[in-house]
């Protein structure tokens, strides 16, 4: 029965083969990068002529691969604990009170997600020069801090939502202000949230390279920009050292990626945010 069932089925078949398709050209892609940045020379074969690992040292040297790493560290690190400091306030007011235009707020925390970053890059950016922050670390920051604290916000209202209220009025029976019933009680119990968010936002900031390539200046770059200005110079270096900077990059974000996915569920997290969409609509 089952045999038959796959061949009544060819629809079934069709999503296999394109997915295993797609699957083969990926990794094809990414071997090839791979290849190419031990190789010494590869032109015209299906192999290189020789194999070294020094285009690692020269992409190390050439960049500055250690200052860039270091500046991307500080900035994501510096958006993550403040757009945790914003949004999880933020998101219990909007989890905890109901106040006149609550859905418009709502929406509002919602375009900077569901905009494309090159749609207000731009203008965010000419704002920033404006005011002497364009080109600066602080700049790169503020930039990223647009899509991040709506992220957080949207990540942590429904872990709060999910907290009975009633803990809070037993808290307040007992003399507890606001502030000791956040910090003392409410917090313990969203660390998983936000440390889930803090993540997440952590791999959106490593990989945001829109924002972080109009707001950045020669000694505020992050490893995504860098990696962009070193393949538009290609023609000057070579080839091998800016696969061996693609495979640091994609090893980084690998990495991250692994690490968020033990802390979040994507379904979860995409269930969610359609949640924050209908109750805005």
Same mark, same amino acid.
């Given at each position: 029965m089952r045999q038959r069932a796959l061949v009544a089925r060819p629809g079934v078949w069709l999503v296999w083969a394109v997915m295993i398709f797609f699957l083969v050209n990926l990794a094809g892609v990414v071997a090839a990068v791979v290849v190419n940045s031990f190789s010494t020379r590869w032109f015209g074969s299906w192999w290189p002529a020789g194999l070294t690992g020094h285009h690692y040292a020269d992409a190390w040297k050439e960049f500055a691969l250690?200052?860039? @790493?270091?500046?991307t560290l500080q900035v994501s690190l510096a958006v993550v604990v403040i757009s945790a400091l914003i949004g999880v306030p933020a998101a219990y007011a909007l989890a905890r009170r109901d106040f006149p235009g609550k859905r418009l707020v709502t929406l509002a925390f919602l375009l900077p997600i569901m905009v494309p970053p090159i749609a207000y890059g731009i203008p965010l950016a000419t704002v920033l020069?404006?005011?002497h922050l364009g080109g600066t670390m602080w700049g790169v920051i503020l930039a990223n801090l647009v899509p991040s604290v709506p992220?957080? +916000? @949207?990540?942590?209202?429904?872990? *709060?939502?999910?907290i009975d209220s009633k803990i809070e009025a037993a808290a307040r029976m007992c003399g507890a202000n606001t502030r000791a019933i956040f910090t003392t009680v409410l917090l313990p119990l969203l660390v998983p949230g936000v440390l889930a968010a803090s993540i997440l936002v952590l791999v959106r900031t490593v990989g945001m390279f829109e924002l972080t390539f109009l707001t950045a200046g020669p000694s505020s770059q992050t490893l +995504? +920009?860098?990696l962009y200005y070193s393949m538009s110079a290609a023609g000057i270096r070579a080839p091998q050292a800016v696969d061996?900077?693609?495979?640091?990059?994609? @090893?980084?974000?690998?990495? @991250?990626?692994? *690490?968020?996915l033990r802390?979040?569920?994507?379904?979860?997290?995409v269930t969610r945010v359609g949640e924050q969409r209908e109750r805005a609509e």
């Open positions: 250690f200052d860039v @790493l270091k500046v020069y404006k005011f992220f957080v +916000v @949207l990540t942590m209202t429904p872990f *709060i939502e999910q +995504v +920009v860098t061996a900077m693609a495979v640091i990059y994609t @090893l980084s974000m690998l990495v @991250l990626l692994v *690490i968020a802390f979040v569920n994507p379904t979860q997290l």
